[in-house]
Antibody, heavy 120, light 107 residues
Framework: EVQLVESGGGLVQPGGSLRLSCAGS????????MSWVRQAPGKGLEWMAN????????NYVDSVKGRLTISRDNAKSSLYLQMDSLRVEDTAVYYC?????????????WGRGTRVTVSS | DIQMTQSPSSVSASVGDRVTITCRAS??????LAWYQHKPGKAPKLLIY???TLQTGVPSRFSGSGSGTDFALTITSLQPEDFATYYC?????????FGGGTKVEVK
């Protein structure tokens, strides 16, 4: 079965750091662009960042540049999101998602998400 | 950034109804548009990509149309499992952006 499973969420104080992980299985992880998408409480979906198959290209939404870093380890079929200088407004469920193909940034496989709460 | 505006923000409907959700992009995105269904506590589900291509396994009562700046998702004969929130997303340029969502509720 093709699936993505996120982990690493939790409660962190403002200014703190957290590293999210996403484990892929059932497909050739190294063949796909991967993204992180989040949903704040009561809000819609917000794309955060993506990374090319070999990690050579990364794109970010401006609001997180310099604070969030996307990376991957294809040998472990894993995607990561390093989150630094966290703010209350970063509180959200974070999803990892797979691009449907190299030619499209639509997401055909999603994880169930991991919850991050930034609060003192 | 490209702004994606969905309407309505919510719709009340009954099983068997036809429901249409619209999505407008702030600039032309050709056919680089996807639609998702999202239920609480679950992973979002891709329904349509490239504006009108039905994702494998998605029932044919879902259809997408449009190009440029105006798009629509239509659900013919709404089923009980279709009550959810629906999002459009432009895949034309970075940053990728989503619409604000349309909640389809029981009438």
């Amino acid at each position: 079965e093709v699936q993505l499973v996120e982990s690493g969420g939790g409660l962190v104080q403002p200014g703190g750091s957290l590293r999210l992980s996403c484990a892929g299985s059932g497909f050739i992880f190294s063949s796909y662009f991967m993204s992180w998408v989040r949903q704040a409480p009561g809000k819609g979906l917000e794309w955060m960042a993506n990374i090319k198959q070999d990690g050579s290209e990364k794109n970010y939404v401006d609001s997180v540049k310099g604070r969030l870093t996307i990376s991957r380890d294809n040998a472990k079929s894993s995607l990561y999101l390093q989150m630094d200088s966290l703010r209350v407004e970063d509180t959200a469920v974070y999803y990892c998602a797979r691009d449907i193909s190299s030619n499209s940034d639509a997401f055909d496989i999603w994880g169930r998400g991991t919850r991050v709460t930034v609060s003192s | 950034d490209i702004q994606m505006t969905q309407s309505p923000s919510s719709v009340s409907a009954s099983v068997g109804d036809r429901v249409t959700i619209t999505c407008r992009a702030s600039q032309g995105i050709a056919s680089w548009l996807a639609w998702y269904q999202h239920k609480p506590g679950k992973a979002p589900k891709l329904l349509i990509y490239a504006a009108s291509t039905l994702q494998t396994g998605v029932p044919s009562r879902f259809s997408g149309s449009g190009s440029g700046t105006d798009f629509a998702l239509t659900i013919t004969s709404l089923q009980p499992e279709d009550f959810a929130t629906y999002y459009c997303q432009q895949a034309y340029t970075f940053p990728l952006t989503f619409g604000g969502g349309t909640k389809v509720e029981v009438k």
